[in-house]
């Protein structure tokens, strides 16, 4: 589904000293389609949901209405991971992935639980079960805001017909023990939608937005505190670019909190 590239040593050589010394490569400028991470943290909403449960439609289109209307991409932005373990119950999520399941399972047990349900909103990697409560949310929102960034994050996109290539390069402003954060790299597709013929929503038409559609990571970040990173991933079926973008985050490891964020929506050919 995906590949990573290693870059060479020269090339590594040269995008490290163009990040020390505030830039980015003219290759990366040219281009156009990138984005670079705010001064501050962003939020990461994360929406675990299927297509199989009749509380997530609610949940869905709290997100798109968020995502489109409402939320500032440099302040907070959203990925809605369709999860499998609803597909025994009579409709399959063509959506779901067993990988996004098993995401979930992971950051559930780091906050010391072992029950997984729908719809489940995480922020930054923490549970938040007061999402439902605008200003509750807005004040986590504004309290992550509130903190200096402590990465710096850079993105472009090189989109194809048949394959997106997403190259990342960044680096943590303090020193990190090695192998406790990673880099993630995730494809997403807007104005989604599913007649569902069987299970709680039979009958239904859903529509979705920020729906994952491949996750990379976590991919290493060096001693150093930096880390270039080249993703190729082949696009799915019914995937129509100028609906989709990519995020990319950093996650600490052991504990799941994800310490910035990065969005990139395709650009136009």
């Known amino acids: 589904m995906l590949r990573v590239d290693r870059m060479n040593a020269r090339t590594r050589a040269a995008t490290l000293l163009a990040l020390l010394m505030g830039g980015y490569p003219a290759m990366t400028q040219a ?19 299927s297509e199989g449960c009749n509380s997530c439609p609610p949940a869905d289109r709290w ?41 979930q399972r992971a950051l559930v ?6 029950t997984v349900y729908t719809p489940h909103i995480m922020v930054n990697g923490q549970t938040l079960t007061s999402w439902r409560q605008p200003t509750a949310f807005a004040q986590r929102i504004a309290d992550l805001n509130a903190q200096p960034a402590p990465a710096d994050l850079h993105v472009e996109l090189f ?11 960044g680096r943590m402003r303090a020193p990190t023990a090695a192998n406790t954060v990673g880099v993630f790299v995730a494809v997403y597709q807007d104005r989604l939608s599913s007649r569902v013929t069987a299970g709680e929503n039979a009958g239904e038409r859903l529509r979705h937005d920020r729906v994952v559609r491949a996750l990379e990571g976590p991919l290493r970040i060096e001693d150093d505190g930096h880390f270039i990173h080249s993703v190729a991933f082949r696009l799915p079926s019914e995937f129509i670019a100028r609906n989709a973008g990519v995020v990319v985050f950093l996650q600490q490891i052991p504990v799941g909190d994800v310490v910035q964020a990065l969005a990139r929506p395709a650009c136009s050919s």
């Not at 968020?66 to 369709?82: K, Y």
């Not at 047990?109 to 072992?114: D, F, H, I, P, V």
């Open 31 to 49: 281009a156009g389609c990138t984005a670079t991470s705010a001064p501050h943290r962003t939020a990461l909403v994360e929406l675990y949901t």
């Open 63 to 103: 997100l798109s209405h968020q995502t489109t209307q409402m939320w500032d991409p440099r302040h907070v932005t959203a990925l809605a991971f369709h999860v499998d373990y609803w597909d025994r119950l009579g409709w399959k999520d063509r959506f779901a992935q067993p990988a996004f399941s098993a995401r």
């Open 109 to 114: 047990a780091q906050q010391g639980s072992r």
């Open 159 to 169: 989109a194809g017909l048949a394959q997106w290539r997403v190259q990342t390069t």
